[in-house]
């Protein structure tokens, strides 16, 4: 297992910025696909961005291409979310997910292909 914790949440009015961080506990954090995801309150849980194992892939909800860019650095054993131009939309508390490398890569994975979870960090963002 993987103990996962995010940072970095908030309050941002509408247009602005935040970074999300997530830290992975062990020395094995390059065995793990990793993805954000974000749920509202009465919503279901939603994807949101992916980073496969290396940093080589990548992907994104069509709702946050363009404005969110994910990326790690593994000798950091750290994933981020920095999100631009945020909108009272982005908010929800948003999730840190990790999926063992060996089970294959998914560009748009659902909550179920993740095998372990942080607690999240809430993100809002005021009109």
């Known amino acids: 297992q993987v103990q996962l914790v995010e940072s970095g949440g908030g309050l941002v009015q509408a247009g602005g910025s935040l970074r999300l961080s997530c830290a992975a506990a062990g020395r094995t954090f390059n065995n793990y696909h990793m993805a954000w995801f974000r749920q509202a309150p009465g919503k279901e849980r939603e994807f949101v961005a992916a980073?496969?194992?290396?940093?080589?892939?990548?992907s994104y909800a069509d709702s946050v291409k363009g404005r969110f860019t994910i990326s790690r650095d593994n000798a950091k054993n750290t994933v981020y979310l920095q999100m631009n131009s945020l909108k009272p939309e982005d908010t929800a508390v948003y999730y840190c997910?990790?999926?063992?490398?060996?089970?294959?890569?998914?560009?748009?994975?659902?909550?179920?292909?993740?095998?372990?979870w942080g607690q999240g960090t809430q993100v809002t963002v005021s009109s």
């Open positions: 980073i496969s194992w290396s940093g080589a892939g990548s």
């Open positions: 997910a990790a999926r063992m490398y060996g089970r294959g890569w998914k560009l748009k994975p659902s909550q179920y292909d993740y095998d372990y």
